[in-house]
């Protein structure tokens, strides 16, 4: 029989090895950015948030993806469940057990990052920045009460720049080479024109578009772009009622018949309407009524599942 010193000394060293095993499981800064770095700057192409800015706050958020929301809930964001509906995790934050959204996937949660900050009108400042300017972005997100800790925005901007994380933002490719760009009208035609006003021209969904700023107009931006206003209303299934306003995302051609690969369901949130989500995944409003059997001008309900490829079943 092992005498009792013997007995500790075979814990502790147990104890050192699992500590060691633990640690050696964890993921560093280094571990973090090779994981997630490429969905960082497709999020990027498609939505227009810098990736530097993406990896920062999921490096700060979960710390680098080891935090219990990101664990056992695939919450990289720290984004709470608010309107969600969606399976949800509690968690500690300024409150005690809080409500965190949980995904299946982490990719999932870098999804819905792009969308929270895309379709709340808070963040739509945010837009017109250059995608480059990650100090902007960073005050923004502080500005507009991502969170509440004062230093939000100077600890985005230290872990950008320590880990040169603004290199990723020069991976985006917009869509207007230098002095012209082409165009879709329709499925069988496309036209080139020349630009020269100095527009942000990126694509989502194979869709190209623009963010407004303040005081820019649809008759102004459709005449820029060698359009008249009711095409350009067209492309975004905008009627009278909707006005321009600084940050709205709107297309320069066509929207599509289906969402990115890989986004096929949408749960609704709280107050918002169809044509937010047609615009939010670049579909053609009217296929998204056909997709979900649903009367043209009808609205759905917070919770509710949108078919964005398929089609739902009577």
Not at 36 to 59: C, D, H, W
Not at 213 to 235: P, W
Request: glycine share 6%; net charge positive.
């Amino acid at each position: 029989m092992m005498n009792k010193q013997v007995v500790i000394s075979v814990l502790l060293l147990w104890g050192i090895a699992v500590f060691a095993q633990k640690k050696s499981n964890r993921f560093s800064r280094e571990d973090y950015i090779a994981a997630y770095a490429n969905i960082a700057v497709r999020e990027m192409k498609n939505f227009g948030i810098p990736a530097s800015i993406t990896l920062a706050q999921g490096i700060l958020e979960s710390d680098c993806g080891n935090s219990r929301l990101a664990v056992e809930g695939n919450n990289h964001f720290g984004i709470k469940c608010h309107e969600w509906t969606g399976s949800s995790i509690l968690n500690d934050d300024d409150l005690k057990g809080e409500c965190f959204r949980k995904y299946k996937h982490a990719e999932e949660s870098f999804i819905d990052h792009s969308l929270f900050l895309s379709q709340r009108s808070r963040y739509a400042p945010l837009f017109n920045l250059k995608i480059t300017d990650y100090k902007g972005w960073a005050y923004g997100l502080k500005q507009a009460g991502y969170a509440t800790n004062p230093q939000y925005a100077n600890l985005l901007i230290k872990i950008i720049e320590d880990n040169q994380l603004y290199k990723f933002d020069s991976n985006e490719k917009t869509s207007q080479p230098q002095d012209f760009i082409i165009l879709r009208k329709s499925f069988f035609s496309s036209r080139k024109i020349a630009i020269t006003s100095g527009y942000d021209i990126r694509q989502y969904n194979d869709v190209k578009f623009v963010r407004l700023k303040d005081g820019d107009t649809f008759g102004k931006v459709a005449s820029d772009f060698k359009m008249t206003e009711k095409e350009l209303r067209a492309y975004n299934d905008f009627d009278s009622r909707i006005k321009p306003f600084g940050g709205l995302k709107v297309y320069l051609e066509p929207k599509r018949r289906k969402a990115a690969k890989g986004l096929d369901i949408h749960t609704v949130l709280q107050g918002e309407t169809m044509l937010a989500i047609s615009q939010a995944y670049a579909i053609k409003l009217k296929t998204l009524y056909w997709r979900n059997r649903m009367r043209v001008g009808m609205e759905p309900i917070a919770g509710e599942k949108l078919m964005l490829n398929g089609r739902k079943s009577k």
